[in-house]
Antibody
Framework: QITLKESGPTLVKPTQTLTLTCTFS??????????VGWIRQPPGKALEWLGI???????RYNPSLNSRLTLTKDTSKNQVVLTLTNMEYVDTATYYC???????????WGQGTLVTVSS | EIVLTQSPGTLSLSPGERATLSCRAS???????LAWYQQKPGQAPRLLIY???SRATGTPDRFSGSGSGTDFTLTISRLEPEDFAVYYC?????????FGGGTQVEIK
């Protein structure tokens, strides 16, 4: 059974760096084709893909984030960590950790964690 | 970047009626890697359809996907009470991965 869970702060101040951890189970992040990614959703708005860490070490990011995003993978801990710098009010959103298999979309999602940017 | 435009923004229907949701891409979606998700309030999205027309595990057969290239459709043959939700299309064939703006299916 594949599960993913997000953890981290619920409140950050403008200009601060957000660090969220995705801890997963039920699969190996080194299995061919597997990707663990992040998607966010501002309150009442649509989904936005942020980035993904692939089984082979490849990382892909949404260019809209202007190089603010870094993903790191810890295979031994079954974790993928999101780091988003220079947080702004518009970054307030529910952040989801997601899994995709080879040639497939995101089938498994974490429960999501709401991060609010406020001074 | 492939922009996905969903229409209509809101669909007001009664249980038992047929729902037709549209997703139009700004350029052809590679391999027809187009998925549909259902999202209910306070929940993570749930995958319904992938590869434009394949049902994900557990998706009822009243949900069907069709289309290719730039025009895709999600059809719900007969709306059940639990189908009233927001639906998103998503292309995963090219980077950056993108989502549509969503269609809300509400009870008339």
């Amino acid at each position: 059974q594949i599960t993913l869970k997000e953890s981290g702060p619920t409140l950050v101040k403008p200009t601060q760096t957000l660090t969220l951890t995705c801890t997963f189970s039920g699969f190996s992040s080194t299995t061919d084709g597997v990707g663990v990614g992040w998607i966010r959703q501002p309150p009442g708005k649509a989904l936005e893909w942020l980035g993904i860490s692939y089984w082979n070490g490849d990382m892909r990011y949404n260019p809209s984030l202007n190089s603010r995003l870094t993903l790191t993978k810890d295979t031994s801990k079954n974790q993928v960590v999101l780091t988003l710098t220079n947080m702004e009010y518009v970054d307030t959103a529910t952040y989801y950790c997601v899994h995709r298999g080879l040639g497939l979309p995101f089938q498994y999602w974490g429960q999501g964690t709401l991060v609010t940017v406020s001074s | 970047e492939i922009v996905l435009t969903q229409s209509p923004g809101t669909l007001s229907l009664s249980p038992g009626e047929r729902a037709t949701l549209s997703c139009r891409a700004s350029q052809s979606v590679s391999h027809n890697f187009l998925a549909w998700y259902q999202q209910k309030p306070g929940q993570a999205p749930r995958l319904l359809i992938y590869g434009a027309s394949s049902r994900a595990t557990g998706t009822p057969d009243r949900f069907s996907g069709s289309g290719s290239g730039t025009d895709f459709t999600l059809t719900i043959s007969r709306l059940e009470p639990e189908d009233f939700a927001v639906y998103y299309c998503h292309q995963y064939g090219g980077s950056p991965l993108t989502f549509g703006g969503g269609t809300q299916v509400e009870i008339k």
